[in-house]
């Protein structure tokens, strides 16, 4: 008998700790709650608490392998003396590929890209539990069978790297070819990779490493035959071209349309709104998405900064505001209301103490003084007698009493589904021009935007593009008796709809050539309805005060800063350096893999910058400018950016797709035209001068329809450019 008890030593996961592991890796929810049901993960009480992960042995568990939740404390085992066995998912014998990692984590990530937990996962996963432990001689492995060593960036420790030993020694024990296959060195481990880089560019780059060591074993590299010398990945930001890669294990789709939606990296935020999102999952059991509340808490702190501080985002002195317009789409009955209402509660609360004290305090006062120049004003016109120091006096009142007017108008932090008009004439009556839009129902405001209110049906999405920019904008109308002229306005939007809005306004020609698209971060949350729970409260007790305290710090300090020109925050070298990096690596994508929808990612690098901004002011919020802008906050930004970017493209990806399917038809048309020569094709540069396709055009064609075009090699153009190339139908 067993003498070691795993279930009653070791707790299944909290939903509070399934959150917590959740945010902090980067893993699914739904994944690590079925982890923990197939008994493969728990929690001990162990001196604090302890991550637990079950030592099997001859189909018993016979200890547990004990994890602290900080990084640097030693592990142990209980009871002891059990000795260190693999830890093994799927059938050894019988899986065709066998994945291989030192860590668990590790493992739980590539499980969790692949969707194990689905059902559609192949394979059978390894994790040895550390770079000195070995493969023991009973496993069950085949000659048949190749195994898959998924490497860390181990630094080197006593002349070593421990992760090339660990790999020499799987290659001395195993029977059959171990593949090496490397993590991006820009990341210290799979699992990192998968916390940094997101779910998608996970399971694509990891896709792409394995491709790889295929290739090199081909070649009689990465199979053992060769000296383990470390290999370095393409940069994640290269993707993967071609809808026809090989299919690999974990199963990667290839349609842009079917790609898995990736969690929103909630890890990536302040603590305290982390802790928010740990609530709302642990509230639903795991069932609402980290979209939900994560981006309630952004867009939240965003509008309570407002335009009273800013960061110098090039080396020529431009600057970026805290602004963000976020839009998240969630199905009716989802629970959007639920975090949005929590989350955004101090702020609506602040507007509604700042008008009741404007109108028991101040408004009185205001009128009363305008009521005593209104009486002053009609004695001196009452008197006919009225001298040049009488006239002066009337020009002075009636410049007070316009400002008067001013300085009546009740203060607002936000505004409802207003049109643009009444938001311009609100905006421009507000202190520091500032508006905020928030809604968790914004279906008029997209409409109002796609023009849908207008008497031609026009995009009336002017004002919001240059109250993003931050440009002055005028107003002026026939109809209307006021011309307004806002030099600075500001507007941030946090605005939730239901998916098929957000599919309108991806598809809609007029907001997206216009830039209104692109300056959104936008995403499908993926939430659907809700239903109910036992759970009435999962927070923390000292939260929402903590919370309120940061939201009503902000308001009072920066968004309500009654000075001329607002704080400046000065970024780091490496900060500037690394977001820098990332805007060109944007370019470079807008030149070629994006360069049908190029303008897209325009955007991406000053919104890197905006959210560099917010997360900086929420980790320094009483003197933000007093703290430079550091690395790891400009990394926490891009990565988010980079978030919301996917989720762009996903959204857009159905319009890509037709069009690419309508040039790949008249490709096709153009090649099998009687005057070019089917058996030897047309050259590339028929098929740009002539035909308006570019070569970068060609190449992703040729890529993405393998069955329908074949590209052949012709040598140089002989002018010391790149190789020339000729297409044609494939027989």
Request: proline share 7%; aromatic share 8%.
């Amino acid at each position: 008998m067993n003498p070691f008890q795993w279930e009653t030593a070791v707790a299944k996961l909290s939903p509070d700790q399934v959150a917590e592991l959740s945010a902090r890796r980067g893993y699914r929810p739904e994944f690590v709650q079925w982890f923990s049901d197939q008994g493969l993960i728990g929690w001990s009480p162990y001196r604090g608490g302890r991550w637990c992960f079950p030592v099997h042995e001859g189909g018993h568990v016979i200890a547990a392998h004990q994890i602290p939740p900080t990084k640097g404390e030693p592990v142990s085992y209980f009871p002891k003396g059990k000795g260190v066995h693999p830890l093994i998912v799927g059938d050894l014998e019988s899986a065709p590929a066998v994945f291989l990692f030192e860590s668990q984590w590790d493992m739980m990530a590539a499980l969790d890209s692949a969707n194990y937990h689905r059902g559609e996962g192949k394979g059978a996963y390894l994790a040895t539990r550390g770079a000195a432990n070995r493969l023991p001689k009973s496993l069950p492995i085949q000659q048949g069978q190749t195994l898959y060593a998924v490497m860390q960036n181990d630094p080197v420790k006593n002349g070593k790297v421990p992760a090339e030993d660990w790999l020499r020694g799987l290659r001395e024990q195993a029977a059959c070819p171990v593949l090496r296959v490397d993590t991006p060195s820009e990341y210290e481990d799979p699992q990192a990779w998968l916390a940094g880089a997101g779910l998608e560019a996970f399971r694509k780059g990891l896709r792409e490493a394995v491709k790889v060591a295929r290739a090199d074993s081909r070649n009689g590299k990465g199979d053992g035959t060769d000296k383990p010398d470390k290999l370095i990945n393409p940069p994640l930001s290269e993707g993967i071209s071609g809808k026809s890669g090989i299919s690999v294990s974990p199963p990667i789709p290839d349609d842009e349309t079917e790609r898995e939606r990736v969690p929103f990296p909630a890890h990536l935020l302040p603590p305290v709104a982390q802790r928010w999102v740990s609530g709302f999952v642990k509230m639903t059991e795991g069932r609402m998405p980290l979209a939900l509340p994560g981006i309630c808490c952004l867009g939240t702190l965003s509008a309570s900064i407002g335009p009273g501080v800013r960061i110098r985002s090039t080396a020529a002195g431009d600057t970026s505001g805290a602004n963000l317009f976020l839009l998240a789409a969630a199905e009716s009955s989802s629970g959007k209301s639920i975090p949005f209402k929590r989350i955004t509660r101090p702020f609506f609360a602040m507007e509604t103490e700042l008008r009741e004290t404007f109108n028991k305090e101040t408004f009185p006062r205001l009128k009363a003084e305008g009521e005593l120049l209104e009486q002053e004003k009609k004695i001196i016109l009452g008197n006919k007698a009225r001298n040049d120091e009488d006239r002066e006096r009337l020009i002075g009142i009636e410049a007070r009493l316009i400002e008067l007017r001013g300085l009546m108008e009740s203060p607002r932090l936000f505004c409802g589904d207003s049109t643009s008009q009444a938001m311009i004439r609100l905006m421009a009556r507000q202190q520091g021009t500032c508006l905020s839009s928030l809604s968790d129902d914004a279906r008029t405001i997209m409409e109002i935007i796609e023009g849908k209110h207008n008497k031609g049906s026009n995009a009336d999405d002017a004002f919001f593009i240059q109250a993003w920019t931050g440009n002055p904008f005028a107003y002026d109308r026939v109809t209307d008796r006021e011309n307004l002229v806002i030099s600075a306005p500001w507007l941030s939007a946090l605005w939730f709809v239901q998916p098929d809005k957000l599919a309108a306004l991806a598809g809609n020609a007029e907001t997206f050539h216009s830039g209104f698209f692109q300056r959104l971060l936008v995403c499908n949350t993926g939430a659907s309805p809700l239903p109910l729970t036992g759970h009435t409260d999962c927070f923390p007790s000292a939260l929402e005060s903590e919370w309120e305290s940061l939201i009503r710090r902000l308001i009072a300090n920066l968004r309500r800063r009654d000075e001329p020109e607002p704080l400046l925050v000065q970024p780091s070298r490496d900060a500037e350096a690394l977001l820098r990096e990332y805007q060109n690596g944007c370019v470079t994508r807008q030149e070629t893999e994006l360069s049908d929808v190029s303008t897209i990612a325009g955007k991406w690098g000053e919104n890197a910058w905006r959210v560099a901004l917010v997360l900086h002011v929420a980790d320094h919020p009483e003197n933000p400018a007093a703290v430079a802008l550091s690395r790891e906050t400009a990394e926490r930004a891009r990565l988010l950016v980079e978030w919301f970017a996917e989720e762009s493209l996903r959204l857009v990806a159905p319009a890509r797709e037709e069009k690419e399917n309508d040039r790949a038809a008249k490709l096709r048309v153009i090649l099998e035209r009687p005057k070019y020569d089917r058996e030897a094709g047309v050259s590339q540069g028929i098929l740009t001068n002539n035909h308006g396709f570019s070569r970068e055009e060609l190449e992703s064609l040729c890529a993405a329809y393998p069955r329908l075009f074949e590209r052949v090699e012709k040598g140089t153009t002989g002018k010391g450019g790149k190789p020339t190339f000729f297409v044609r139908v494939r027989r």
